[in-house]
Each structure stands twice: as C-alpha cells, then as structure tokens.
C-alpha cells in the first residue's frame, strides 16, 4: 500500500520525498488499515456471548453511537450517529456490544444504506427480537467538500424489522431518541 501512496503523491504532482510527505505512505497506509479494519472482524467474536436471557418487554433504546466511516465511492469520509431500538423476545444483549456492532459494519468502505441494513439485520439475527428499528444520521464529506458542497447536508437512513415496521412503535422509538434534544438537533424522519 505504501508504493500505491507513494505513486498517488506523484501522479498528483507532489514529490513523495519532501520533508512533509516522506512518511505520509506510511502513515496512510496505517489510517486504511484502521479505518477499514471492520473487515477482518468476525460479529461472534465482537459479541462474545453477551446475550442473556431477560423478561423484558419494552422497547430498549441506545442513541448517539458516533459513526465514522468511508464512503466506498470517493473514498472519502462519512460521519454521525446511529440509534438502535429493540423488543426483546426474551434476550437482551450488553449495551457496550451495540457500540461494537456498528463500529464492525462503519470500518469497512460503505454506502450509509447498507450500513444501516447490516447493523440490523446483525442484530436480528442474534437477539431474534420481536422488533428492531436503526437510524443513521450522517454528514458525508463527498457532498460537502467536492461535487456540489453542500456543508449542511445530512442525509437519514432507517432499517424497520418486525413489531417496528407498525408506526406507533416507530413513534415511540422516535421519542425516546428525541428525548431532550433540541429542535435542530433532531433527525429529518418522518414516523407517520
């Protein structure tokens, strides 16, 4: 990777060789590996058997999990927050373990849609919870600074699984992650 950095420095016209960029392959190639590292992780394996067995028949909310990831067209970074929203069917899953899951699916070069496609149908799959419900908000950089620089843009995915796709859970869930924020804080999602 560092050669493909090195020559990317050339094509651009800069000289890989300058104080500044000696070690900027190196650098970059490390930044690629981290950010992309969500491929070389295995759910299983992040989860480590963090499901338990609960009789718990509200919805579960965790909101706010920072995402940063890449957009897989330009490369370039997209970023913002992801909330998850479950029923329970008799298991509950560590509430760290929901941060992890999204930071598995965000490093790996993405489209905003499907990251919020994998994040719940993971969670589907492991908790076979009576509903699910994911929304991302994010602000992507290839909209902002390139093509039409748009700053203020952000776009708003959502993924509905079972009792979820009724809108009254869908309501519900948008005013717990609503809850104490203000008005221009809040996500452009219409639940009706």
Do not use: W
Not at 14 to 26: A, F, I, Q, S, V
Not at 44 to 54: H, P, R, T
Not at 100 to 128: C, G, K
Request: proline share 4%.
């Amino acid at each position: 990777m560092k050669g493909l950095i090195r020559q990317l420095l050339l094509e651009i016209g800069e000289d890989p060789e300058r104080e500044g960029l000696r070690k900027t392959p190196e650098r970059v190639e490390k930044a690629f590996r981290y950010l992309t590292s969500g491929y070389e992780k295995d759910v299983k394996k992040v989860l480590n058997g963090a499901v338990f067995m609960e009789n718990y028949e509200g919805i579960i909310v965790i909101r706010d999990i920072d995402i940063f990831s890449l957009c897989e067209h330009h490369l370039l970074p997209f970023f913002g927050t992801c909330h998850i929203g479950y029923i329970p069917n008799g298991k509950i899953m560590g509430l760290s373990k929901f941060a992890r899951l999204v930071e598995v699916f965000s490093r790996r070069l993405q489209v905003q849609e499907r990251l919020t496609r994998q994040i719940a149908d993971a969670i589907n799959r492991e908790l076979e919870p009576e509903g699910i419900g994911v929304i991302i908000e994010a602000r992507h950089m290839c909209m902002m600074m390139r093509g039409v620089r748009k700053k203020d843009s952000v776009a708003v995915t959502s993924e509905f699984l079972g009792r979820f796709r009724d809108v009254s859970v869908r309501r519900e869930f948008m005013d717990m992650i609503c809850q104490g924020k203000r008005p221009s804080d809040l996500p452009s999602f219409r639940t009706d």
